[in-house]
């Protein structure tokens, strides 16, 4: 439990660390590129990957570029979303997106659902529901507001789309570690050829440095959760639900606490029916 504990701190401070990036004038999108490269060299010296013997021929590169392009994509919209909506309601969405890898599990890969899944899944679409109109006024107007509900969106979205690719992709055959280490070089390249396009530049010693800490955070973020499944092997419910349910605490805790957001009435009920959807998902899948 000590290892979900970790990966949803990490989590957590990711995202506080990206709004209090943005308030301190640092560049969200260079500390995103930036993030990668050291992701990627900890992923190396980490899960040890042969990456010398890959067999071209077999390996799904379309999957793997895909991600390479969704990963900085969903990690930009995260800044953003935490920007104009506030980290309790993007924790929430980003972990509710749990939902939709549910929803694709029945209808892609043929899973079979028993009522608490259903029960589950009704749950936390309520709760996406409930946390996207709750009507929080912004300071800037209502088309921050617009924008808010569209990161939340996309947030929501991508972390299921790219849950999907990634059980894809393993599906398939891919060596796990081959795999997640191709797409954070390819996330990386992708990344930081766009911003030298767009920006005429690959970043600034302090979005450089602060997105290499990011990327430290990031990678121990996987490690933990993915050491804490192959310590609980018999038991992924456990790491699921706990890593969903202490991630969604402690991002409203830090949005209470930090921020000083206020809690209302709509979020709070979307809380509620979001940690009661994790639940009844964990029992399910354990059931």
Request: hydrophobic letters at 60%.
């Amino acid at each position: 439990m000590e290892l979900i504990f970790a990966a949803a701190c990490c989590s957590v401070v990711i995202s506080i660390l990206l709004k209090l990036a943005k308030a301190k004038g640092f560049n969200a999108l260079q500390m995103i590129v930036w993030n990668y490269a050291s992701a990627s060299l900890l992923c190396f010296l980490w899960f040890k990957p042969d990456l010398q013997h890959i067999s071209i021929p077999n390996t799904p590169w379309w999957l793997i570029v895909a991600l390479g392009v969704l990963l900085p994509s969903i990690f930009l919209c995260l800044a953003k979303s935490l920007q104009y909506a506030g980290i309790i309601k993007t924790e929430i969405a980003q972990r509710l997106s749990v939902v939709l890898s549910l929803l694709s599990a029945f209808f892609i890969f043929q899973e079979q659902f028993n009522s608490l899944k259903i029960i589950g899944i009704a749950l936390g679409i309520a709760a996406v529901i409930s946390i996207l109109f709750s009507h929080q006024k912004a300071e800037t107007g209502q088309s921050s507001s617009k924008q808010a509900m569209l990161y939340l969106a996309l947030v929501w979205f991508g972390y299921a789309l790219i849950d999907v690719l990634l059980k894809y992709t393993t599906g398939l055959g891919v060596q796990f570690a081959v795999a997640l280490n191709l797409m954070f070089i390819c996330a990386f390249i992708l990344s930081l050829a766009y911003i030298a396009i767009t920006t005429k530049t690959m970043g600034n010693k302090n979005n450089i440095l602060a997105g290499l800490g990011l990327g430290v955070l990031n990678f121990a973020n996987i490690a933990l959760y993915v050491k804490a499944h192959i310590l609980l092997k018999d038991t992924p419910a456990i790491v699921f639900a706990g890593m969903n349910i202490l991630v969604v605490l402690f991002g409203a805790l830090s949005g209470l606490i930090i921020f000083k957001e206020k809690l209302k009435p709509a979020t709070a009920v979307g809380l509620v029916l979001g940690l009661v959807s994790v639940i009844c998902l964990a029992y399910a899948i354990s059931a």
